[in-house]
C-alpha cells in the first residue's frame, strides 16, 4: 500500500510539474500545451529508463541549472545598489489576503519543484532489475 502511495504522489507531482513546464515553454514556442506537455513527460520518462546513476546525473545537472538562474537572479539584484533593497518593505504583502493567497501558491510550487519525475526512479533503485529498465534495455 505504501508503495502505490508513492506511485500516486509521483504521478500528481509529475503531473504539476509537466503542466507548470509546459506554461514556461508555451511562452517560448508556439504549440498546443497538451503536445508540450505530452512531450515533456514522454522525455522525463526516457530519461527515467537509463540506469539510476545516469538520471541522479540529470537530476543534478537540473538542479545546477536551477540554482544558476537564482544566483544571476541574486546578482541582478545586488547590481542595482541599495535602492533595491529600501524598497524590499513594498514586497510584503501585508494585510491584503489575495497577496497572501499568491505568496503560498509560490510556496507549494517551490516544495514541488523538489519532489518531481526523479522521484520515480528512487522507487526502481528499492528493486532488482525493475521492469521498466529490463525494457529500456532490450
Do not use: Q
Not at 49 to 77: E, Y
Amino acid at each position: 500500500m505504501t508503495g502505490l502511495l508513492v506511485i500516486v504522489t509521483a504521478i500528481i507531482s509529475a503531473a504539476t510539474i509537466s503542466a507548470g513546464s509546459a506554461g514556461y515553454v508555451g511562452v517560448l514556442l508556439p504549440l498546443p500545451v497538451s503536445s508540450i506537455n505530452a512531450g515533456f513527460v514522454l522525455t522525463m520518462g526516457a530519461i527515467s529508463c537509463l540506469a539510476a546513476a545516469s538520471s541522479i546525473t540529470f537530476a543534478g545537472a537540473m538542479t545546477v541549472i536551477d540554482v544558476g538562474g537564482l544566483l544571476l537572479i541574486v546578482g541582478a539584484g545586488f547590481s542595482e545598489g541599495v535602492g533595491l533593497i529600501e524598497r524590499l518593505p513594498e514586497a510584503w504583502p501585508g494585510g491584503n489576503p489575495t497577496a497572501w493567497v499568491g505568496v503560498f501558491g509560490a510556496a507549494m510550487i517551490a516544495v514541488f519543484s523538489f519532489i518531481g519525475f526523479e522521484h520515480l526512479v528512487n522507487i526502481a533503485e528499492e528493486m532488482k532489475t525493475p521492469w521498466f529498465y529490463r525494457a529500456c534495455r532490450s
